[in-house]
């Protein structure tokens, strides 16, 4: 195995960065943020469940790097539920926000949680009902779980590391939505560090429950998100920074993504046809992934679009966790079976680090959505991806579940408080059965300037910042809060500059 640093070097401010899972190492690790703290002469220690896989050491680790394990799994709650009082005061507030009822998100989570506990106890189910409908319309009732929820649990599971390297700051991808960053937040204000959390998702701050911590300052997308974050959790407005997405900032940095005929070159397309792009949903939650996918592949055979096209079949990456491991056979017969239809399977790196992905794969999709001609998913963010380079979105609604697998479902994506920014512009057609979906990608295919004023006004307000340079601003937020650098530096690109 490659050998890494096992000691750090003196005198250089050293930085935390929680990196989770997968999509937490895309962001922090995989894009200007990291490439900012690091070239301005930080030491940076990677906290990671996975800090020993050869890759990851390959990658990251060197003289000014150290990768250390994370101590606390976010897909294991064992840690809470050791003790009644934790899992009580903890899922009071993983299903709480403010207004927490506007939430459909959080409410379909919390219908799957009170199910679970109505079949354990019906009074205990009726108790959180009432506590949660307290809590949502009570500031003081809910700082006070979190207060007493950090002051009773919180637990110094990296102790030893804290002394070890003694951190300047500490930075998450969520102010506590997930237990590690919750766990390791907690740990960095009990010795006066300071903090800085930076959102991950765009549905977080409406989908995941309460904070869990207060970092010191939160850095989000947009306006929006900042208003999100402030009412739902408590925060101050004044701590939050609005910076833009940064791994969107390939979208605008010139020559940062493959051009159209290189994809085409790189995977085998006839670049005269048009590009169809299926960005498929996690099965958990769509259950038809595959009839959508052969309604696509049928039409592109017949030509039912009027004009002839490639069909992408992007595999969405949880299907490859070990915890959720699905049969790809459907998708496999259908490239077999239809001479146009193709398959882009993510390349996953790890089995500990969850859903983490080779970086050339996250150039490839962005490629991808680039260069697509439709692109047609369900209620997914990469929606905004293709609104930010002026490609059409075709959505994709649980009806589909309802007619194609018979499934009964309570997910009303179109509901979700993150999505009704898209609804509410007019800015992607909306498709709740195949024959629909059909029609709307044929309409755009004719003509691609179908709502793109509506595409261009989620953009300006979901977004925020899309100048290709979100990264090295976030990076300089960072390096402003940890002491480092007073005055940020303009960090536009060269070309935006001039």
């Given amino acids: 195995m490659p050998s890494r640093p096992t000691s750090p070097a003196s005198g250089a401010p050293t930085v935390f960065l929680v990196v989770h899972m997968g999509f937490a190492a895309r962001y922090l690790l995989r894009t200007d943020i990291f490439s900012t703290l690091k070239a301005a002469g930080l030491r940076i220690v990677i906290l990671t469940p996975n800090a020993d896989e050869p890759y990851m050491v390959d990658e990251f680790a060197d003289d000014d790097v150290f990768l250390?394990?994370?101590?606390?799994?976010?897909?294991?709650?064992?840690?809470?539920?050791?003790?009644?009082?934790w899992s009580l005061l903890f899922y009071l507030r993983k299903y709480t926000l403010a207004g927490g009822h506007r939430s459909e998100a959080l409410q379909d989570k919390y219908r799957s949680f009170d199910g679970a506990v109505r079949s354990q106890s019906r009074i205990v189910a009726a108790g959180f009902r009432v506590a949660l409908s307290v809590l949502s319309r009570s500031r003081t009732l809910r700082r006070l779980v979190l207060a007493v929820e950090t002051r009773l649990f919180s637990p110094k599971v990296h102790a030893d590391l804290f002394e070890q390297y003694r951190p300047r700051l500490v930075v998450t991808t969520s102010p506590g939505w997930f237990l590690p960053d919750a766990i390791v937040l907690r740990e960095a204000t009990a010795q006066g560090i300071q903090t800085a959390a930076v959102v991950l998702s765009w549905d977080n701050p409406t989908s995941k429950g309460y904070r869990g911590a207060d970092p010191d300052q939160t850095i989000v997308w947009s306006d929006e998100m900042a208003r999100q974050v402030a009412e739902h959790h408590d925060y101050p407005r004044e701590r939050i920074v609005v910076a833009g997405v940064p791994h969107f900032d390939d979208y605008v940095q010139r020559g940062a993504l493959p051009a159209r005929h290189e994809l085409c070159e790189?995977?085998?397309?006839?670049?005269?046809?048009?590009?169809?792009?299926?960005?498929?949903?996690?099965?958990?939650?769509?259950?038809?992934?595959?009839?959508?996918?052969?309604?696509?592949?049928?039409?592109?055979?017949?030509?039912?679009?009027?004009?002839?096209?490639?069909?992408?079949?992007?595999?969405?990456?949880?299907?490859?966790?070990?915890?959720?491991?699905?049969?790809?056979?459907?998708?496999?017969?259908?490239?077999?079976?239809?001479?146009?239809?193709?398959?882009?399977?993510?390349?996953?790196?790890?089995?500990?680090?969850?859903?983490?992905?080779?970086?050339?794969?996250?150039?490839?999709?962005?490629?991808?959505?680039?260069?697509?001609?439709?692109?047609?998913?369900?209620?997914?963010?990469?929606?905004?991806?293709?609104?930010?380079?002026?490609?059409?979105?075709?959505?994709?609604?649980?009806?589909?579940?309802?007619?194609?697998?018979?499934?009964?479902?309570?997910?009303?994506?179109?509901?979700y408080e993150h999505v009704r920014s898209v609804m509410s512009e007019h800015s992607a057609r909306v498709a709740r059965s195949l024959p629909e979906l059909i029609e709307h990608v044929r309409a755009y295919l004719a003509d691609p300037s179908l709502d793109r004023d509506g595409r261009s006004r989620v953009t300006a307000r979901e977004l925020g910042p899309t100048d290709g340079s979100s990264g090295r601003r976030i990076g300089e937020s960072l390096l402003g809060l940890s002491g480092f650098r007073e005055e940020p530096a303009d960090t536009r690109p060269e070309e935006v500059r001039a």
């Fill in 68 to 85: 250390e394990r994370l101590g606390v799994d976010w897909t294991d709650f064992s840690l809470v539920l050791r003790s009644r009082i």
């Fill in 266 to 415: 790189q995977l085998g397309l006839d670049p005269r046809r048009r590009l169809i792009l299926f960005a498929t949903s996690s099965p958990g939650i769509f259950r038809s992934n595959v009839a959508v996918a052969g309604a696509l592949a049928r039409a592109v055979a017949s030509n039912a679009f009027g004009v002839s096209c490639e069909l992408i079949v992007r595999l969405h990456p949880i299907n490859f966790r070990p915890d959720y491991r699905t049969p790809l056979d459907g998708f496999r017969r259908l490239a077999a079976t239809y001479e146009h239809t193709h398959l882009d399977i993510p390349e996953i790196k790890s089995e500990r680090l969850l859903v983490d992905m080779a970086n050339s794969d996250r150039v490839r999709l962005g490629s991808l959505i680039m260069n697509c001609d439709v692109l047609v998913n369900v209620f997914s963010t990469t929606t905004l991806e293709a609104f930010l380079v002026d490609r059409p979105v075709v959505l994709v609604t649980s009806d589909v579940d309802v007619a194609v697998a018979g499934v009964a479902t309570q997910q009303e994506f179109d509901d």
